[in-house]
């Protein structure tokens, strides 16, 4: 299990606001064949664990896990 400091999950909170627009470079599930690097969707928040709760345009709304998985704010 990934622990976050409370620095890093203020961090990610600031970089990933509710709304922003992302884009997966990483995810580390091999039974989610659908969602690949270069998917994108839409930020709902970001949990006390770090994880990235996304609404992602495939219709999937699978989280990105802190330390696990990976994804970027698209403009």
Request: charged share 30%.
């Amino acid at each position: 299990m990934n622990f976050i400091s409370k620095e890093a999950l203020e961090r990610i909170r600031e970089q990933y606001p509710e709304g922003a627009r992302v884009e997966l470079t990483k995810m580390n599930d091999p039974y989610r064949t659908d969602l690949v690097p270069g998917c994108r969707g839409t930020v709902r928040f970001v949990d006390d664990m770090g994880t990235i709760h996304v609404s992602w345009d495939i219709g999937s709304s699978l989280g990105v896990v802190y330390g696990e998985d990976a994804c970027k704010v698209i403009k």
